[in-house]
T-cell receptor
Framework: DAMVIQNPRYQVTQFGKPVTLSCSQT?????MYWYQQKSSQAPKLLFH???????NEADTPDNFQSRRPNTSFCFLDIRSPGLGDAAMYLC???????????FGPGTRLTVL | GEDVEQSLFLSVREGDSSVINCTYT??????LYWYKQEPGAGLQLLTY?????DMKQDQRLTVLLNKKDKHLSLRIADTQTGDSAIYFC????????????FGAGTRLFVKA
């Protein structure tokens, strides 16, 4: 059974058109993370939630926002996607901040 | 610095052993991980090692940690074509435990 689910798997949007990516988990983990991964690069942490506490990385652009309405779901909102935002977006969860992260399959975002 | 470094490519013949190497910089690292990423997919946790261990074996996988040299390796015995993927080394740092730093990944090619 899938434990970290991301929807959609592929998303195409137009330059400047807002887009929302979804992540859900059945693990009941406290922490949820969003990463951006560009081709042939390491995943880059954008932000994470520990329960309802939001933690933004210092270099995450303001264009990226996140919401976590409940334990199971977390959303990544890109307010005005640019061509440079085309990437794979990975969601991960962990039980606590000290614990191993488990990743979803990712959403590949294309910006036209 | 923050870098976790890996060689970019490795090519082996089917049935041979593969050894993927990684160096990290932070001596306060608590956990070190190996993740596997197949094309178009998320990161799959393969194995991890605590920083107070020097070896961990799990079926075909052997992880060696040299803490003095900050060197981590992943050995895959009897490499199969299904092992072709990108392998990411990652370290989890303490204090400030949320931070997991990934290497850029090693692309493993397995020739039949």
């Amino acid at each position: 059974d899938a434990m970290v689910i991301q929807n959609p798997r592929y998303q195409v949007t137009q330059f400047g058109k807002p887009v929302t990516l979804s992540c859900s988990q059945t693990l009941n983990h406290n922490v949820m993370y969003w990463y951006q991964q560009k081709s042939s690069q390491a995943p880059k942490l954008l932000f994470h939630y520990y329960d309802k506490d939001f933690n933004n990385e210092a270099d995450t652009p303001d264009n990226f926002q996140s919401r976590r309405p409940n334990t199971s779901f977390c959303f990544l909102d890109i307010r005005s996607p640019g061509l440079g935002d085309a990437a794979m977006y990975l969601c991960a969860t962990s039980r606590r901040d000290t614990d191993t992260q488990y990743f979803g399959p990712g959403t590949r975002l294309t910006v036209l | 610095g923050e870098d976790v470094e890996q060689s970019l490519f490795l090519s082996v013949r089917e049935g041979d052993s593969s050894v993927i190497n990684c160096t990290y910089t932070d001596s306060s690292s608590t956990y070190l991980y190996w993740y596997k990423q197949e094309p178009g997919a998320g990161l799959q946790l393969l194995t991890y090692i605590f920083s107070n261990m020097d070896m961990k074996q799990d079926q075909r996988l052997t992880v060696l940690l040299n803490k003095k040299d900050k060197h981590l390796s992943l050995r895959i015995a009897d490499t199969q074509t299904g092992d072709s993927a990108i392998y990411f080394c990652a370290e989890r740092r303490a204090p400030g435990g949320f931070k997991t730093i990934f290497g850029a990944g090693t692309r493993l090619f397995v020739k039949a």
